[in-house]
């Protein structure tokens, strides 16, 4: 077996960003090989597969009594390999208790290995499905800590840019489980020389005016997906939908959204101007992560709320939760058919 070197970044003491010597290496070997390495260097021991994609897979692995969730991942060249050295990056520096926690990074000339905090209690929408009662004063416990990681990740130079329902996991199926963020795979980092984005990214249904516009957006466009999220989870549907992608877009660019009865008739008016402060089209009106925290509906606590159950929200969330992976699975079928046509 030829020699593979691994470059370990651990959570207790990393040594900063990842220098592009970190992703070259000239020795290889065969999988079984690199993961008997992985295994040896590193002291997580691999078990079953939990999950796979076209580039990644999932499997369980065990230190110390400790489980985690390895994503093993087949490194691509060029720009792609850009954005995983920067998600590494991102995932080394944050450290919060409401967002996924990496352990290990490990590299080798062909795979790298992402130990990641195992999240056992699938999406928060759905947890809230599942459980099939869910309050105002729930919903601001909720927000409170997604706002509380949000504003740690800006104060870090870090603009999530891809916050939807899908990348809030709940860490276990048990009454005192939290959510967390995840997936930060369109994150970027910024500066002050440098907080201007331009790329377009994210997903439509929850992505800002100032992206669509392309005119340059700043972490601002974290404050509007969150907005959308906590609409949801007042209601349980969307504050912008359409037949397609494009009158989606016009109706975001616009703020085109209204608090539809009855499903809004027993929620607070301080939850609508909450929601309408993170749903300002101009970004530089919008608040931003320190104004939202001392927004009246979050710092007024869970005593001025009622705490009867939202009557619509399950329903409407299960069957907006539905949509979203009816859509998902038409989307996927679509590109496996694009791949098959370009390959024949």
């Known amino acids: 077996m030829q020699n593979v070197k691994f470059d370990v970044w651990d959570s207790d ?3 900063g960003d990842l220098a ?13 090989e690199i993961v008997a390495q992985f295994e040896s260097e590193s002291g997580w021991k691999l078990a079953k597969e939990l999950g796979s994609g076209h580039f990644a897979k999932v499997r369980m692995a065990t230190k110390d009594g400790q489980e985690a969730a390895v994503k093993i991942i087949k490194k691509p060249k060029g720009s792609k390999l850009a954005i995983i050295k920067s998600e590494v990056d991102i995932l080394k520096k944050v450290q919060h208790p409401y967002i996924v926690q990496c352990f290990d990074a490990l590299d080798t000339p062909e795979k790298m290995f992402l130990v990641m905090e195992i999240m056992r209690g699938g999406e928060l929408f759905d947890r809230i499905v599942d459980k099939g009662h ?3 004063a729930d919903a601001v416990g909720v927000t ?3 706002l509380s ?3 740690y990740l800006h104060s870090l130079g870090i603009a999530h840019r891809d916050l939807k329902p899908e990348n809030l996991l709940m860490t276990d199926h048990t009454e005192e489980a939290e959510v967390k963020i995840t997936d930060f795979g369109l994150s970027k980092v910024f500066d002050a020389q440098t907080q201007v984005m331009q790329t377009p990214c994210g997903t439509p249904g929850y992505i800002a005016p100032e992206v669509l516009l392309m005119v340059g957006y700043d972490k601002q466009c974290d404050i509007w997906s969150l907005g959308v999220i906590v609409y949801i ?3 349980g549907f969307p504050p912008f939908y359409a037949d397609n992608d494009a009158q989606l877009f016009e109706k975001i660019k616009k703020g085109e959204f209204e608090f539809l009865r009855p499903y809004w008739d027993p929620i607070s008016s301080s939850a609508k101007d909450f929601i309408n402060k993170m749903l300002t089209v101009d970004p530089k009106k919008r608040v931003d992560c320190d104004g939202a925290m001392e927004h009246p509906w979050l710092k007024e606590g869970v005593e001025a709320l009622g705490s009867a159950a939202l009557p619509t ?3 409407e969330l299960k069957a907006t939760q539905a949509k979203r992976r009816m859509k998902a699975a038409f989307l996927a079928v679509q590109a496996g058919t694009r791949m098959g046509s370009a390959t024949s």
């Not at 970190?22 to 070997?29: E, I, K, L, R, Y």
Request: some cysteine; aromatic content about 6%.
């Open 13 to 15: 003491g990393g040594s």
């Open 20 to 32: 592009e010597h970190d992703f070259v290496g000239s020795a290889t070997g065969t999988l079984g």
């Open 134 to 136: 869910f309050t105002e």
């Open 144 to 146: 409170a800590k997604l």
């Open 149 to 151: 990681a949000l504003k």
């Open 233 to 235: 989870l007042l209601c």
């Open 313 to 315: 929200l399950v329903t």
